[in-house]
């Protein structure tokens, strides 16, 4: 079975600080993506990050970046410099190539001013 | 931003009387996908669409069907609403230009509550 685990469902951190979401999963597949999306109060769903299994080096996108760690299947999202505004959910996701994706239970987080 | 528009947006309805949720994309996007989020679970798909007329179920599909007959719109129906349905449904694409490579593309979401 596919899995995605998300193993905290919440969490806070303060501005300016960095602050790192653990995600893990479970494919038997070789190839797949990774990916980090975002989900603000606002319920709209927004794409954070991606990562394709096949490349060893991390994604990042600005002040956010992944450690990928392939034969641990971890996944983990890190976000420099927060800010108010990266309030929200963060759901991790697993897409293996066909129309099916995996994503865990969320983790939420809090920037604090 | 991808065109994708759900609606209604927010419903109340009974428990027994059919609902009908429609996704709409202007994106000619292959792919769509209808996902309900509730707390402790993420999203679960319900059923998906890689085609015209082509839908398969999802992990939660029970109580639920849908139908595809154009590219651009997705129609979920609740046949006889429970409570257990209450939740807040996504619609989501992917597969531009008949690729898929992996990013979905959500709509903002129709929030159903059955009494």
């Known amino acids: 079975a596919q899995t995605v685990t998300q193993s905290q469902p919440e969490m806070s951190v303060q501005e300016a600080e960095t602050v790192t979401l653990s995600c893990t999963y479970d494919t038997s597949e070789n190839n797949y993506y990774l990916f980090w999306y975002k989900q603000p109060p606002s319920r709209q769903m927004i794409l954070v990050i991606r990562?394709?299994?096949?490349?060893?080096q991390n994604a990042t996108e600005n002040r956010f970046s992944v450690n990928f760690q392939k034969a641990a299947k971890s996944f983990s999202l890190k976000i420099s410099d927060s800010q108010l505004g990266d309030t929200a959910m963060y759901f991790c996701a697993l897409f293996r190539g066909t129309y099916k994706y995996i994503f865990g239970t969320g983790t939420r987080l809090k920037v604090l001013a | 931003d991808a065109g994708i528009t759900q609606s209604p947006r927010h419903k109340v309805t009974e428990t027994g009387t059919p609902v009908t949720l429609r996704c709409h994309q202007t994106e000619n996007h292959r792919y769509m996908y209808w996902y309900r989020q509730d707390p402790g679970h993420g999203l679960r798909l319900i059923h998906y669409s890689y085609g015209v007329k082509d839908t398969d179920k999802g992990e939660v599909s029970d109580g639920y069907s849908v139908s595809r007959s154009k590219t651009e719109d997705f129609l979920l129906t609740l046949e006889s609403a429970t409570s257990s349905q209450t939740s807040v449904y996504f619609c989501?694409?992917?597969?531009?230009?008949?690729?898929?490579?992996?990013?979905?593309?959500f709509g903002e979401g129709s929030r159903l509550t059955v009494l």
């Open positions: 990562q394709e299994a096949y490349k060893q």
């Open positions: 989501a694409i992917s597969g531009a230009e008949g690729g898929n490579t992996g990013e979905l593309f």
